[in-house]
């Protein structure tokens, strides 16, 4: 009885030891005979599924997205920004920034300078939160952002000797309030917590800013740099430069359906009109650039006191013209009639071509302003620094 139990479990050994032998080997070696899943051996007999399938989810993408026919060329054209931005960051981060600069936004201009020009994160993400902040590197200089309805003049900690006023002017309503922001400036230069300060203006519609004028160096004040949206006439080039209006911040009124409508309005027309308002320039053209929808433009001058400049003779939008806006620009609406019969013309392939340079020009319109307003940043603060 014995040896029959030893023979048995003899038996069971072995065969458990076989198993296992022939477990091994078609782990290790027997995939290698298979073929690879994408070669074409293993497809010729299973070819009709995977064809299905593809035809599948071709049909389900065509009914489900809009039809995009310069995507490819996008995509590239992001990968390549993308790899590019990634090397300039690169780059940059290696050595120690010159210069530390905290943007203080007050206007909701300040979101298209930091979201739009900057392409920098808020955090968080909420519209509605009560303080956002982020942070970003531009050439030597390393920038924060704080807005939001928390951001209250001593109610924060001023960490740097260098910062940009983002400011409302265009009513007596705002004013009133952007002065409470410059005399808090002025009292942190007094006491030389600032050494530094710039700022940049949602001007008057019809460019009356005489207010501003006492808090600016060239006038015995201690506003350095004033970057200002609209014509002004006291665009130099020197302390004073001219600055995109940009697009409009969704009021928390409107709805997402509604804002929705409109982008698709934009995406769906091949020219968006922009008649003057009170001013020439409108949110609505800097929309339509990003969406690649042809501008046209009344080119007019509107009341008020903005115009030519001693730097630029091209009133009104001269910041746009002189980097070479690709609009369309009308001096009296009865000449649209003439633009729209030749726009009849022209083929589908020659709009999609046109489409793709405004997008273009417009993502390169804003490089250039941003390493432009860091290049002023930099020469006007280093150079007092180290004088």
């Known amino acids: 009885m014995r040896l029959t139990r030893k023979r048995l479990c003899s038996f069971l050994i072995a065969l458990y030891c076989l198993f296992s032998l022939y477990a091994a080997y078609h782990v290790f070696f027997g995939r290698r005979r298979q073929a690879p899943a994408g070669s074409p051996r293993g497809l010729r007999k299973g070819a009709v599924a995977p064809a299905r399938e593809r035809r599948g989810r071709e049909q389900f993408t065509l009914e489900s997205e809009e ?13 390549y920004r993308f790899k590019t931005s990634l090397q300039v960051l690169n780059k940059s981060t290696k050595g120690k920034t010159d210069l530390s600069v905290q943007i203080w936004g007050k206007a909701a201009i300040g979101l298209y300078l930091w979201e739009h020009i900057f392409e920098g994160l808020l955090d968080p993400s909420d519209v509605t939160a009560q303080w956002r902040e982020g942070k970003s590197i531009v050439g030597r200089t390393q920038y924060s952002f704080i807005t939001g309805p928390a951001v209250i003049p001593g109610y924060f900690s001023v960490d740097v000797n260098n910062v940009v006023l983002i400011l409302n002017g265009r009513e007596k ?30 001007g ?7 207010w501003i004028n006492p808090f600016l160096k060239r006038n015995g004040g201690f506003v350095e ?8 006439p006291w665009i130099n080039d020197v302390d004073v430069f001219q600055w995109p209006l940009g697009v409009a911040t969704w009021q928390p009124q409107e709805t997402n359906e509604s804002l929705k409508n409109y982008q698709d309005a934009l995406l769906q027309s091949d020219l968006t009109l922009c008649p003057v308002g009170v001013n ?14 042809i501008p046209v433009v009344e080119d007019v001058m509107t009341a008020g006191s903005c115009g030519n400049t001693s730097v630029h003779h091209s009133a009104p939008l001269q910041l746009l013209k002189s980097m070479g806006a690709p609009f369309i620009f009308i001096k009296n609406w009865k000449e649209l009639p003439a633009v729209l019969e ?16 405004l ?27 180290k004088s």
């Open 67 to 79: 039809w995009n026919p310069w995507e490819g060329d996008e995509k590239n054209e992001q990968q």
């Open 173 to 202: 309503a705002k004013i009133f309030y952007a002065t409470q922001w410059l005399l808090y400036a002025q009292n942190l230069v007094q006491i030389q917590k600032l050494q530094h300060l710039a700022v940049v203006l949602l």
């Open 204 to 210: 008057n519609e019809h460019c009356n800013n005489e």
């Open 225 to 232: 740099l004033l970057f200002i949206i609209y014509d002004s």
């Open 280 to 293: 020439t320039e409108c949110y609505r053209i800097y929309e339509a650039c990003s969406y690649g929808s």
């Open 342 to 357: 030749k726009e009849k013309t022209i083929i589908l392939q020659e709009k999609i071509e046109r489409r793709k340079m």
């Open 359 to 385: 997008l273009q020009w417009y993502q390169h319109f804003k490089a250039e302003l941003k390493m432009k307003f860091s290049n002023i940043l930099e020469s006007s603060f280093l150079m007092k620094n």
